[in-house]
């Protein structure tokens, strides 16, 4: 069990598609096992291995672990395909462990159904809404090199220029290590 600096959105690994996963091995259990720590170090809800620097179709969410209401299991999806998308849209704030310091407004379909692989590969296709489901559009998102930044609004991306630009360069120091986008590591901030 480690804990793994997060990429920042700039790394190139971000904006790169995933690898499908083809076997199931004692290395990809236990990079499996340190995305739900990291993941949970660093108070996030899901995380896609490229974004620990492991260009894989692979994501872990666990939204119950930080929301006592929130009864679902932690999953693990293996090369998740997204097979249908509801046609009614809804808004809501996303934030994302490579974009630290930024929340923005989001608008996604309400309903998706996936399909994916646990560590079994046995095969499973769920319906999700709401968070859970915005949750697996943004994980998935990553999977094929798309922030959630690219899907604002034009007057909500123009808004967020000057931030990302000091995000480029690593002037936001998160909770948790990083790693920027020229490879260099950004300890934790110390002060929280
Ligand atoms: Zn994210």
Redesign the pocket.
């Known amino acids: 069990m480690s804990i793994i600096p997060v990429y920042n959105c700039f790394h190139p690994v971000l904006k790169k598609k995933t690898e499908p996963v083809t076997e199931i091995d004692d290395g990809l259990v236990k990079l499996v096992d340190d995305m739900f720590d990291t993941m949970h170090k660093a108070e996030g809800i899901?995380l896609?291995a490229n974004?620990i620097g492991v260009s894989k179709s692979l994501v872990v969410i666990d939204i119950g672990y930080y929301n006592e209401k929130y009864k679902g299991p932690p999953l693990t999806m293996i090369n998740p395909v997204i097979e249908y998308f509801s046609d009614d849209i809804y808004e809501y704030e996303e934030g994302?462990?490579?974009?630290p310091s930024v929340r923005d407004v989001v608008e996604r379909p309400k309903i998706v159904q996936v399909s994916f692989y646990d560590l079994n590969m046995k095969e499973h296709k769920i319906e999700a809404d709401n968070l859970l489901s915005r949750v697996i559009q943004?994980?998935i998102d990553?999977l094929n090199g798309i922030?959630?930044y690219e899907r604002l609004t034009p007057l909500r991306k123009t808004l967020l220029k000057g931030k990302l630009k000091k995000i480029e360069k690593g002037q936001y120091q998160a909770d948790y290590p990083m790693i920027l986008p020229d490879g260099t590591f950004l300890p934790a901030n110390k002060k929280s």
Request: glycine share 8%.
């Open positions: 899901g896609a974004q994302c462990l490579s974009i943004h994980e990553h922030l959630f």
